[in-house]
């Protein structure tokens, strides 16, 4: 993929998040490999503009990997402007976008301090002294280009890392003594129950996918998010739909699709 291409791609990518549209096809190229896709990432990431929240961790459980033909995890961008706060007290309204595939209930950490790329692998008690709070949260994911299905992994991180919004819940208080394998959620549809699952399924606990993504990601800065993957895999929704993510004694976490 030449430098005009992959700059065309990232436009088209762009312009498709700003507008809430998907890119029409033919899709310009689509990316020959890893090292490929995180450069159409990096250049659709410019094309955006404007801040990142920070970073989601996707394919963190074998059966999403199956899905996207990987067998490893991934990691793609969450723009400042698609963050929303969305506690049980505090539900957001969304637009609901063409391509989108659903919501997935996810742990997320905010950083307190930065955890820069480095040469040496992090330990876990290193990443776990470095972050600074956790929620409950729903992802939204999608797709903006025009599809079947799920893209394979490589379309999925050029597209950002397949993300479409990220909404954090209150901070769980104590969360250090808490075992995060075992962190139970439901996700529901309209009051009812869609999908539950565990921590487990996030390459162990989410923690273990934090301090995956510290040692193959592009380096986390102080006060950014991390969504460390889906607990309950991808639940789909419609416009007009409320979907909240119940995690117990952790909270709740709720968005309503407008159509």
């Known amino acids: 993929m030449d430098e005009t291409v992959l700059h065309k791609a990232g436009a088209a990518l762009a312009h498709a998040r700003k507008t809430a549209s998907q890119v029409p096809p033919p899709w310009p190229e ?12 990096r250049a659709a990431i410019a094309a955006l503009g404007g801040g990142l929240a920070g970073w989601k961790i996707g394919a963190t459980g074998k059966d999403h990997q199956a899905r996207l ?3 490893r995890p991934f990691f793609g961008p969450i723009p400042e402007t ?5 506690n049980a007290q505090n539900g957001v309204a969304l637009p609901f976008r063409p391509g989108t595939r659903g919501v997935e209930c996810e742990i997320a950490f905010r950083m307190a301090r930065a955890l820069p790329r480095r040469e040496a692998p992090y330990g876990r008690d290193e990443v776990k002294a470095a972050v600074g709070s956790l929620h409950p949260a729903l992802e939204v994911v999608g797709t903006r280009v025009v599809s079947d299905g799920l893209p394979d992994v490589r379309l999925a991180i050029a597209d950002y890392g397949l993300n ?13 003594e808490l075992d995060l394998s075992s962190i139970a959620a439901r996700c529901l549809v309209d009051g009812q129950e869609k999908a539950t699952g565990t921590g487990v399924l996030v390459l162990g606990d989410p923690l273990q996918a934090l ?3 510290a040692d193959n990601g592009p380096g986390l800065e102080a006060g ?4 460390s993957g889906t607990l309950t895999g ?7 739909s409320l979907a909240e993510g119940d995690f117990g004694a952790l909270g709740r976490v709720s968005v309503r699709f407008m159509a």
């Open 234 to 240: 991808i639940t789909p929704v419609a416009a007009g």
């Open 82 to 86: 698609d963050r929303h706060e969305a």
């Open 30 to 41: 689509a990316p020959a490999s890893l090292e490929q896709a995180y450069a159409l990432q």
């Open 164 to 176: 479409m919004a990220f909404l954090p819940g209150a901070a769980v208080a104590d969360w250090h």
């Open 211 to 213: 301090v995956w993504l």
């Open 69 to 71: 033909k990987t067998d």
């Open 224 to 227: 950014q998010w991390v969504s």
